[in-house]
């Protein structure tokens, strides 16, 4: 069974600060990890995905997560926040080794707020 | 224009009406999901589709039908809304091929019933 968790329901942090959103995940293979962003009345949004290869991967808005395989972690980060950062973050697991169907789990997400 | 829409945006209805909510990818994705989001709850998997005519359940499915005679359309009805049911629903879809995987959401729709 593949699961994901997000330990903080909220996170807050000042403009210009590092951020760090955290998730980690339970799978019996090599996971796929996802991030999303989802803002007020809107849908979800990809930021960035870890399939294979390099265990830092880069995406959206100057977003990046680093695969840890030891500590089974996926967590989001952003050298210097923005106001316009704040928002809802979904962290998403997949266990490619799960079967032939392909149904992500989601975190319950993780309101981040940048302050000015 | 390209991407995922949903219609309506926002509906009203009243307990035991049947509705349904309208959800077209314009990408040809083969996989398509019905969420619903809910306070305390984050997204929780309605119903899936990996194809057109191949649709399977997710881990709340009572009291909501989905069908997929199209690739494009994957339409999710109530049969007999219920208060339970007010939520805010979002379609996605998603690719296998390429290295893809990551999914596609569209805008939502707000359903209240009353």
């Known amino acids: 069974a593949q699961s994901v968790a997000q330990p903080e329901d909220q996170v807050n942090v000042a403009e210009g600060n590092p951020l760090t959103v955290k998730c980690t995940y339970s799978?019996?293979?090599?996971?796929?990890l996802f991030w999303y962003v989802q803002y007020p009345n809107r849908g979800l949004q990809f930021l960035l995905k870890?399939?294979?290869?390099?265990?830092l991967v880069k995406g959206s808005y100057g977003f990046e997560a680093e695969f840890n395989k030891s500590q089974t972690s996926f967590h989001l980060k952003k050298p210097s926040a923005l106001v316009s950062d704040s928002a809802l973050y979904f962290c998403a697991v997949r266990d490619p080794a799960s079967g032939g169907s392909y149904i992500p789990t989601f975190g319950r997400g993780t309101s981040l707020i940048v302050h000015p | 224009d390209a991407g995922i829409t949903q219609s309506p945006r926002y509906k009203i209805t009243e307990t035991g009406r049947q509705v349904t909510l309208m959800c077209h990818q314009t990408?040809?994705?083969?996989?398509m999901f019905w969420y619903r989001q809910d306070l305390g709850h984050g997204l929780r998997l309605i119903y899936y589709s990996a194809a057109a005519d191949i649709t399977d359940k997710g881990e709340v499915p009572d009291g909501y039908v989905v069908s997929r005679s199209k690739t494009e359309n994957f339409p999710l009805t109530l049969e007999s809304a219920t208060r339970s049911q007010t939520s805010v629903y979002f379609c996605a879809s998603s690719e296998l091929a390429g290295g893809s995987y990551e999914q596609y959401f569209g805008p939502g729709t707000r359903l209240t019933v009353t």
């Open positions: 799978v019996s293979g090599n996971p796929y």
């Open positions: 990408w040809s994705h083969s996989y």
């Open positions: 870890y399939i294979t290869g390099d265990n």
